[in-house]
């Protein structure tokens, strides 16, 4: 797989004369870039975004540079796709993640896609259209990617989403968003805002949850700032919520609910 059928590309060229720019989420916390040329992929993080996770995808070889004014926001660097030989860019390009500083970092081959999609690879491996309904000629489709980042960084959410075909030329500021925000779950979810409140914040050892919404069977889960699941309650109900946190270290955490096809997330100070 050299290159993406020629229909795929000329659709591709097509769109993008109609591009927009896209913020999914503007709480949200993950960036992600994806394509199939790779390059020279220089993200200037220029946005405020506390414990920001960034995603790349691409089947050729990608140089990662993280810079900008809030470049020691980000807590975790993923890449996944191939690692093929990429001369095409400008120069003999392998992928590499550089201005990262003490945030995780991690480069898999082809890793096994979190969700099917029939139009889409079975490994995550490359991307280069917003299509979720179509044949994406052998690269993933878009909710995919959205899905194994989404699933790799827990208790994350999308900020934006920038995905196209060619080579990463110029640089990539988050505060320019992105080109789609596909369903990253494969189910028609609605991210809700200013849902939660939580008090009394910073909390010692029981926190309570307020929600505009009744729960229903609900599901809340708790993340530290490297985005690992500390505590999570199932099967919650009513619209008040009270947890006890007495047994998590002190810190800054990231609360997700999930209730029914809604999800809220909120944050909070554990003293």
Not at 53 to 67: H, L, P
Not at 146 to 171: M, R
Not at 195 to 209: E, G, K, R, T
């Amino acid at each position: 797989m050299k290159k993406i059928y020629a229909l795929l590309v000329s659709s591709l060229l097509i769109s993008g004369a109609y591009a927009q720019t896209i913020i999914c989420n503007a709480s949200g916390n993950l960036m992600l870039f994806t394509n199939y040329d790779g390059g020279n992929l220089n993200i200037v993080v220029d946005v405020n975004i506390p414990n920001l996770k960034i995603g790349v995808c691409s089947y050729e070889g990608t140089a990662i540079i993280i810079s900008g004014a809030y470049a020691s926001n980000v807590t975790g660097v993923a890449y996944a796709g191939y690692n093929s030989s990429n001369v095409h860019c400008g120069s003999s390009i392998n992928t590499s993640i550089s201005g990262a500083g003490s945030a995780t970092t991690n480069i898999s081959l082809y890793p096994p896609a979190t969700l099917a999609n029939a139009f889409g690879n079975s490994s995550i491996i490359c991307g280069a259209s917003c299509d979720i309904t179509t044949y994406q000629g052998g690269c993933n489709t878009v909710d995919q990617i959205e899905n194994y980042f989404l699933t790799y960084f827990p208790g994350s959410v999308i900020y934006a989403h920038k995905v196209q075909y060619g080579c990463w030329t110029a640089n990539q500021s988050l505060s320019a968003g992105g080109t789609c925000c596909a369903l990253a779950t494969g189910v028609e979810t609605q991210v809700v805002e200013n849902a939660v409140s939580v008090f009394p914040n910073p909390a010692s050892n029981d926190l309570s949850m307020s929600f505009q919404t009744t729960l229903n069977s609900a599901t809340i889960k708790v993340f530290n700032v490297s985005g690992e699941l500390v505590k999570e309650e199932s099967r919650l109900s009513g619209n008040d919520v009270s947890l006890d946190i007495s047994g998590i270290s002190k810190g800054i955490y990231f609360v997700e609910v999930v209730n029914g096809n809604n999800i809220s997330h909120t944050k909070f100070i554990k003293q």
